[in-house]
């Protein structure tokens, strides 16, 4: 993420539970590999002022002045702010998101595309250094690393698949089994892996036309 740190440093501004489920949008954000500035979180009464002088807000009752909303915006590989982008698939993908985990998009109401609140309990409901970080704001050295590391516990444990050795059926099922296989009820492969539903469906259909065949 291009912009990582300050994007960080932004998000921890916020209010205490805000930032917490600010952080698990940006985090998914960041697993989606979609570049993004979260270029405003906290503010001032007396740049809410100034805002509403100029037209850029419209109300002084802002979730900024208490810590519960954000404004973002795509950018491309060269940091590049993109700001016609928030009807594009990425803003889309960021937005959907952000509305599933409880965030409020101001795209919905028209007029301002940039803006996610977070409204917990109502307007300046959330807390200010209550709440310590629970470790799952991930950097991003921690998040490529966590990755390699999943990359290689998934190599081992397809290695270890392949070579798991194929367990012969029991002495207790074996004369049953080479019945069964013999009878082409069963192709006779791996005898003591689980049975799934479709492949005991197979089998009972081709027990019906061995049993079709033996009564002709």
Known sequence: MIYDKRNRDNLNNLADNTRQK??????WVVAQ??????YETIRTIKQQEINVANGASQTMRSYHIVGQALDWVLVDTKGTTLWN?????N????????KSIGFVSGRDWGWDAPHLQYEYKGYGTDTFGK???NGDELTMQQYAELNKKIEELQKQV?????KEVTRKASKAHEIDWEWLSANGISDGSNPQNYLTREQMAT???RFEQYFTKKMK
């Not at 590999?33 to 979260?38: C, K, N, P, S, Y």
């Not at 982008?85 to 698939?89: A, D, K, N």
């Not at 803003?91 to 952000?98: F, P, R, V």
């Open 131 to 133: 709440i310590q970080g």
């Open 91 to 98: 803003a889309d993908k960021i937005i959907n998101y952000a």
């Open 85 to 89: 982008s928030y009807t594009t698939v």
């Open 22 to 27: 600010a952080y698990q949008w940006y985090n």
């Open 158 to 162: 397809n290695c270890k698949l392949d």
């Open 203 to 205: 089998m009972l259909k």
């Open 33 to 38: 590999g979609i570049e993004i500035l979260v």
